[in-house]
């Protein structure tokens, strides 16, 4: 793995000093992140409104909108642990913490997204939480059935369509082994998250008169198929860990529905920087950037769909890990 060279070192100084700049010129209305509080109170009177009113609208319409709600609110989970610095931590929490996407709780993925954000680890398997590469030697063990679900997961039909029933059992196998180890360190997270999916469902059964298989189907499955949209290609692997992060230009529907971290490689350089920023980072420093994440950039989810709809976006085999065990060989057939 090489090195940041200076100039790279160089370019996100002067963004991030352009940045501090600007922290001085905002208005109490941004410097106290009123936008992320407004659109908590959208996520929320939206939800409410959609299940209200879920027998009016035909269920294409119920789909995209329930999809849409559950995902900009897992986007608002995701700004509560990075920013809204202006709240304390309780009541961040507090906020989020509900489970409309019923799968994830909130508690485990800020525990899992933190290690995440060690960026020189990006992309190893056993380090980086949210890595889709496996070890050479891990995929050489794998079965077909297997390799052929994970080849399918890498195109960009396969991860809406399969990516919602891959991701979940995968995080519920990791947590069954830990406690049939021995390990209770997450079992309080599991049944508070637990308490609060039932108290969900009491809330959609009985209060609103929606199934709960409808609500699954039309509101958690759908949100949890766009996050999969929007970390499709996000991060890959790179000689350089600022070359492992993408950047993805997109119209203001998704930008808004991701809280604008489709503009990954701006999120993960500076992490704590609000969403509603992102974008004029983007806007004024468009080169730097560039030249800080190696150009790693798709003009929108359009292009990525035309390119990989039906073809694997790679082999996730992580490629260190295949030149190790090629030098390997090589060392013992000298």
């Not at 077909?144 to 039909?157: I, P, S, V, Y």
């Not at 990516?163 to 406690?179: A, F, T």
């Amino acid at each position: 793995m090489t090195a940041a060279s200076p100039t790279h070192g160089r370019a996100t100084d002067l963004v991030a000093a352009a940045i501090s700049g600007a922290d001085a010129a905002e208005s109490w209305f941004w410097r106290c992140e009123a936008p992320t509080v407004l659109v908590a109170l959208a996520i929320y009177g939206a939800w409410i409104l959609l299940l209200a009113f879920h027998t009016m609208l035909p269920w294409w319409v119920l789909l995209l909108l329930g999809g849409y709600v559950v995902q900009w609110h897992f986007s608002l989970q995701h700004e509560a642990i990075h920013s809204w610095r202006t709240l304390p931590t309780w009541l961040r929490t507090a906020i989020v913490w509900p489970p409309l996407g019923v799968w994830f709780p909130f508690e485990l993925y800020r525990e899992s997204h933190s290690l995440h954000h060690r960026n020189t680890h990006l992309t190893f398997p056993g380090e980086d939480t949210e890595t889709l590469y496996h070890t050479a030697a891990s995929w050489r063990r794998y079965g077909a059935l297997r390799r052929g679900m994970l080849l399918a997961n890498q195109t960009f039909l396969g991860r809406l369509l399969l990516g919602p029933l891959v991701r979940p059992p995968r995080l519920w196998l990791i947590e069954i082994r830990r406690i049939l180890a021995g390990d209770f360190v997450h079992a309080g997270i599991w049944l508070r998250h637990g308490v609060g999916v039932a108290a969900l469902f009491v809330l959609i059964d009985d209060g609103f008169d929606m199934p709960i298989w409808q609500y699954l189907l039309v509101f958690a499955y759908p949100g949890t198929a766009l996050g999969m949209m929007r970390s499709f290609i996000e991060h890959r692997w790179g000689e350089r860990p600022s070359q492992r992060t993408a950047i993805i230009e997109s119209n203001a529907v998704f930008g808004l529905l991701f809280l604008w971290n489709n503009l990954h490689a701006i999120h993960h350089t500076f992490p704590t920087l609000s969403w509603y920023r992102l974008p004029k980072v983007w806007r004024e420093h468009r080169t730097r950037m560039l030249a800080h994440n190696g150009g790693y950039v798709f003009k929108g989810y359009g292009e990525i769909a035309r390119r990989w709809l039906v073809r694997p976006v790679f082999v996730p085999i992580h490629p260190p890990s295949l030149a190790a065990e090629r030098m390997g060989a090589g060392q013992r057939g000298s």
